[in-house]
Nanobody, 115 residues
């Protein structure tokens, strides 16, 4: 069983930065691919970034060059550094852990970017 708890969301002006954190519990974290996804009102949930157990990263096209995903296996934490935020980045951001064919989701944290 894996539990994920996101934090760090909030309201920020366009051009600003936020850092999201995801705290994980459970023994699979070290071997899991971790990811951040987001869902804006009226839209489907979409990929923001993923990071494998060995640190290989992948980003959605909309955030490349602005967002950075990282992980600390010792602390069972995943981070999303978001820079140059745009109003279009407004969404609920979810942390996800994938191990084998099992996906685990956090409850989400709201990010609102004002213009």
């Amino acid at each position: 069983q894996v539990q994920l708890v996101e934090s760090g969301g909030g309201l920020v002006q366009a051009g600003g930065s936020l850092r999201l954190s995801c705290a994980a519990s459970g023994s699979i974290f070290r071997f899991a691919t971790m990811g951040w996804y987001r869902q804006a009102p009226g839209k489907q949930r979409e990929l923001v970034a993923t990071i494998t157990s060995v640190g290989t990263t992948n980003y959605g096209d909309d955030v490349k060059g602005r967002f950075t995903i990282s992980r600390d296996n010792g602390k069972k934490m995943v981070y999303l550094q978001m820079n140059s935020l745009e109003p279009e980045d407004t969404a609920v951001y979810y942390c996800k852990a994938r191990r084998s064919t099992n996906d685990y989701w956090g409850q989400g944290t709201q990010v609102t970017v004002s213009s």
